[in-house]
């Protein structure tokens, strides 16, 4: 495995306890024992989502930052990427290093939303493997939030659960009207994705959920299997998406809107 060199920040991480194993490189500031948890948990959800989308080509090592309180991770994040908004919880980017080395880096913080925050970007790191670099932004963070949902049965990702605050939050924006236009949601870019995450987090959620849970068909025989392999090949996504989810949008969002809005979350039922 390739070692990353770590660069100095406010917090110097070049300080943290480091452990390395498999895929990953940790740099935890809260010490070893989180160091190893944090390596074992993102090593094991890689194999997770490798068996789940059956996709073993060879990936290349990835470092995961742990800080042990919310000031020096976003410190760091406003010195590394410029993120500063206060509900920043972790992020995954790619990273080069004075070697000239490129990875992914995962960064967050000791929280009880830890494994959750980490199974979401280490999603993010996934999918770049899968569908490269260009993945559309709410397809990335609708899956993201999709599979950091996850329960695991007999070694096997169930992934889908519903989270009771993403379902509000998703629900109130089709009740008020807000939610884009299809073919605005799919062309969105990163700056106008990330202005309005109270809208595009929880209906980027929804339009996930509904597209691979509508048809009760499991994901490796589903249309939603389908479309991503398109990605792989085609460059027209909107088309794509048309293909093989329906052509006629205003009857196809409106059962979208529905099928959200009955929606409940178990402890409801």
């Known amino acids: 495995m390739l070692l990353l060199a770590a660069s100095v920040h406010a917090a110097n991480i070049a ?121 559309p932004v709410w397809l990335n963070e609708g899956l993201a939030q999709f599979f950091e949902n996850n329960t695991v049965k007999n070694g096997r990702l169930i992934p889908g659960g519903i989270d009771a605050k993403t379902l509000a939050a998703a629900q109130a924006v089709i009740r008020a009207r807000r939610v884009p236009a299809l073919g605005e949601l799919l062309a969105m870019d990163r700056r106008t994705f990330y202005a309005s995450p109270e809208v595009t987090y929880p209906v980027s959620w929804a339009l996930v959920y509904y597209l691979m849970t509508r048809d009760s068909a499991s994901f490796q025989s589903g249309r939603f299997r389908r479309y991503l392999q398109d990605l792989k090949w085609s460059g027209d996504e909107l088309a794509s998406f048309r293909r093989r989810f329906g052509r006629d949008s205003a009857q196809w969002e409106a059962d979208f809107h529905r099928y959200i809005l009955q929606l409940r979350t178990p402890v409801e039922n």
Not at 63 to 80: C, G, L, P, Q
Not at 91 to 108: A, I, M, S
């Open 15 to 135: 300080d943290f306890a480091e452990v390395t194993g498999g895929h990953y490189q940790v740099l935890a500031q809260g010490g070893e024992q989180i160091g190893r948890e944090v390596n074992g948990y993102m090593n094991a959800m890689l194999q997770l989502y490798s068996r789940y989308f059956s996709n073993w080509t060879t990936k290349d090592a990835a470092r995961v930052v742990v800080f042990n309180n919310r000031d020096d991770f976003r410190e760091y994040s406003r010195t590394a990427v410029g993120a500063t908004h206060a509900g920043l919880a972790g992020y995954c980017h790619r990273k080069t290093d004075p070697d000239g080395n490129t990875f992914y880096e995962l960064v967050t913080f000791e929280s009880a939303g830890l494994w959750q925050v980490l199974a979401h970007e280490g999603f993010h790191q996934f999918i770049g493997y899968e569908l490269g670099e260009a993945v």
